[in-house]
């Protein structure tokens, strides 16, 4: 089964307007983190924003929110106010405790800005 | 307090030749992750290093692939006789510890 799931290959918003990215998560971990980072045509990831899993608050960054429902083992990020600058690729990751703490990365999203 | 640097940015290689891959972790940092990204795909994990050891090497595959991180210099990712499919961006990432993960601007490799 897979991780991190992002069914939203691509998606458009106006300007100024918000935009939500969704990411589902499978694990049975007790203790994990969701991770959301920005890829841009340059190619660097970028991070976004983090979500512990005892966090009870939805985390924030600036213009950034991650919408935490732990029972529906959801974790979507959204973006207000988006910018031209925002248009890029959005992936969403998953760190599960243990040894490794390697991440999963979902297969991500294109997000395009229209000005 | 410099990032992650990878090096080179950009590789190109023949069928056959060998590849390597530079990561120097950020200061003080001693957990490295290569990760693979495929074009039009998200990240995916092939290795784990600490100094001088390997933690854990569930993604890399079984063959050509070799990683490394010695006691003093950059982590390496060596890719022998490399073949098309290997062609992809190839990122490192460094943590303090068991938490986020910074990543380098990742090398692309494009085999012709």
């Known amino acids: 089964a897979q991780k991190i799931t992002q069914t939203q290959p691509g998606m458009f918003v106006q300007e100024k307007e918000a935009v939500t990215l969704d990411c589902t998560y499978d694990?049975?971990?007790?203790?994990?983190?969701l991770f959301w980072y920005k890829q841009p045509s340059s190619g660097e990831m970028i991070f976004l924003i983090y979500q512990g899993s005892y966090d009870e608050q939805n985390a924030t960054e600036g213009r950034y929110s991650l919408n935490f429902q732990k029972a529906r083992k959801s974790a979507n990020l959204v973006i207000s106010a988006s910018q031209l600058g925002d248009s890029a690729m959005y992936f969403c990751a998953m760190r599960e405790a243990g040894v490794g703490n390697q991440f999963y990365f979902g297969t991500g999203t294109s997000l395009t800005v229209i000005p | 307090n410099a990032g992650v640097m990878q090096n080179p940015r950009h590789l190109v290689r023949r069928r056959g030749q060998e590849a390597r891959l530079r990561c120097s972790p950020m200061k003080g940092h001693s957990h490295v992750y290569w990760y693979r990204q495929l074009p039009e795909e998200g990240l995916k994990f092939m290795v784990y290093?600490?100094?001088?050891?390997?933690?854990?090497e569930s993604g890399m595959p079984k063959e050509r692939f070799s990683a490394e991180f010695p006691k003093e210099g950059p982590s390496i990712l060596r890719i022998q006789q490399v073949v098309r499919g290997d062609s992809a961006a190839y990122f490192c990432?460094?943590?303090?510890?068991?938490?986020?993960?910074?990543f380098g601007p990742g090398t692309r490799l494009t085999v012709l």
């Open positions: 694990t049975s971990d007790q203790s994990y983190g």
């Open positions: 290093l600490q100094k001088e050891n390997i933690i854990d």
């Open positions: 990432a460094s943590s303090p510890g068991p938490a986020e993960q910074f």
